[in-house]
């Protein structure tokens, strides 16, 4: 069983509206948890990063953390083209000091 | 601030032989993490170093090893090279996590591409 699940996608948002990606991770103490961008054939970049449950807003994203339904999530308000990418949740389980584990991303499509 | 750096960007091998890369973090970051990014597996961790000490190490085999110095800077090395090594190898930087974290955020180099003939 994979310790942290992103649906493949591609999700498909018209410009402007909300993007909505979704993570689960498995039944284990977990401690950080940190949303990535990767455009094709780029490494990732930190977008995001969340520790305590409830939302945490930067610019148009909003990241948000429940940790009893073991469930992170990023929205992207007001989306552009310039957000389409593959975006990966890594969260960071008790005892692995900077051992993220990753999810398969999510492809997010913004069209015009 | 100048971020992460890897060199050398692309590497072409040949089975059989080995190969070491190279990472420089962000300055002031003392730990390095690298990962390996494949299609077929994903971003997977390989291994974790901290004032020259590997703190925490990925399901790998031996075949993978790396080091840090003491300026920080790190290097990993895969010997006896298989064609299922070719991947885009990910270095992060990171700063000291806060008191009562195990992470802080990590900030990726742009890779080194590893092909395998």
């Known amino acids: 069983q994979k310790e942290v699940e992103q649906n493949s996608g591609p999700l498909s948002v018209p410009e402007g509206a909300i993007a909505s990606l979704n993570c689960t991770y498995s039944?284990?103490?977990?401690?950080?948890f940190f949303w990535y961008r990767q455009y094709s054939g780029k490494s990732p970049e930190l977008i995001m990063s969340?520790?305590?449950?409830g939302d945490k807003e930067d610019g148009r994203f909003t990241a948000q953390l429940n940790k009893a339904s073991q469930y992170v999530s990023l929205l992207i308000r007001d989306s552009q083209p310039s957000d389409s990418a593959t975006y990966l949740c890594a969260v960071s389980f008790s005892g692995g000091y900077n051992k993220l584990i990753f999810g398969a991303g999510t492809r997010l499509a913004v069209h015009p | 601030k100048a971020g992460v750096t890897q060199t050398p960007r692309y590497l072409i091998k040949t089975r059989g032989q080995q190969v070491t890369l190279s990472c420089s973090p962000i300055?002031?970051?003392?730990?390095v993490s690298w990962y390996q990014q494949t299609p077929g597996q994903g971003l997977q961790f390989l291994f974790e170093y901290f004032s020259e000490t590997q703190r925490n190490k990925g399901n790998f085999p031996g075949r993978f090893s790396g080091r840090q110095f003491s300026n920080s800077r790190s290097e990993m090395n895969v010997s006896t090279l298989e064609l299922g090594d070719s991947a885009l190898y990910l270095c992060?930087?990171?700063?000291?996590?806060?008191?009562?974290?195990?992470?802080?955020?990590?900030?990726f180099g742009p890779g080194t591409r590893l092909t395998v003939t």
């Open positions: 969340i520790y305590s449950n």
């Open positions: 039944d284990r103490v977990s401690q950080s």
């Open positions: 992060a930087s990171s700063f000291l996590p806060a008191m009562g974290r195990n992470s802080y955020e990590q900030y």
């Open positions: 300055s002031g970051h003392r730990s």
